[in-house]
């Protein structure tokens, strides 16, 4: 269990590096090296109590850029982290100054209507895991016990970005996001039931911080990159060699866009 004080130390060593910054941007799988080179480069050994993510293509760097502090290195549920842990660097953000987060993660499509390569604005979640960073004694100064969820993922922040990828000359789409923990694929017979739910990208991160961020008063956008045709979609099988190929291909889209959005938010 983190303290508030813990919070404030890695919230104080984030800005002695690099100084106060209004957005934070998580960068997904196959994305961590989107932004290598741009800014003051922070490891994240150097920021107590940030963990070391140990999930394959996320190396755990925060880089300071003149618009955002862009998390290179998220972690998992499917690492060991608890979902509270993995929340640590998002309360540290909000407590260094950060008032939006936005959340980018590589994700399977569900709905056939997504392809891979695109880039799909995430329009509401969907958590049945059971687990919620939120549980176990709240601290008010993060947040309300109970947290509103209606609007997780800003609509304001929703029509910026579709504004921001016209502007870049990118079609993007839209969808809902199944969190499933992982880290196995899921099975065709899950993806049947988590479209019937209502799920359109599958994918194994970003509720949790959504939730945290949402907890502490943060506005979120979520953005899919979709690197592949999810379990049985198609008569698809799925790999992370495709996952991370198409993460990279698509690099370049996201990355104009982020920009984008890191001047406009
Ligand atoms: N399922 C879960 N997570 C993913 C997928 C998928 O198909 N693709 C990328 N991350």
């Avoid at 506005?219 to 996952?243: F, I, K, P, R």
């Amino acid at each position: 269990m983190y303290r508030f004080e813990d919070h404030e130390a890695a919230a104080r060593s984030i800005v002695k590096a690099g100084g106060k910054r209004h957005t934070a941007v998580v960068l997904g799988s196959g994305m961590g090296s989107l932004f290598k080179g741009r800014g003051i480069s922070v490891p994240y050994s150097e920021i107590p109590g940030f963990p070391q993510p140990t999930a394959p293509m996320h190396r755990g760097e925060l880089i300071v850029t003149d618009n955002a502090y862009i998390l290179c290195g998220r972690y998992h549920r499917y690492e060991g982290y608890s979902a509270e842990e993995l929340s640590f660097y998002i309360r540290s953000l909000k407590l260094a100054g950060v008032e939006t987060v936005i959340l980018t993660n590589a994700a399977g499509a569900v709905n056939p209507a997504l392809r891979p390569g695109d880039i799909a604005v995430i329009t509401d979640h969907i958590n049945l895991s059971g687990e919620n960073p939120l549980i176990g004694e709240n601290d008010e100064r993060f947040g309300e016990r109970f947290t509103d969820m209606s609007d997780a993922y800003s609509p304001r922040l929703r029509t910026i970005a579709a504004e921001c990828a016209k502007s870049c000359g990118i079609d993007i789409k839209e969808g809902v996001y199944f969190y499933m923990s992982g880290p196995s694929y899921e099975t065709p017979a899950e993806i049947r039931a988590i479209s019937v739910l209502g799920g359109d990208l599958v994918g194994m991160s970003t509720v949790f911080e959504c939730i945290a961020a949402r907890h502490c008063g943060m506005e979120v956008l979520g953005l899919s990159c979709v690197t592949n045709m999810a379990c049985g979609v198609g008569g698809a099988s799925v790999s992370s060699e495709d996952v991370g190929k198409t993460a990279a291909e698509a690099g370049e889209k996201m990355y104009r866009l982020l920009n984008k959005l890191a001047e406009t938010v």
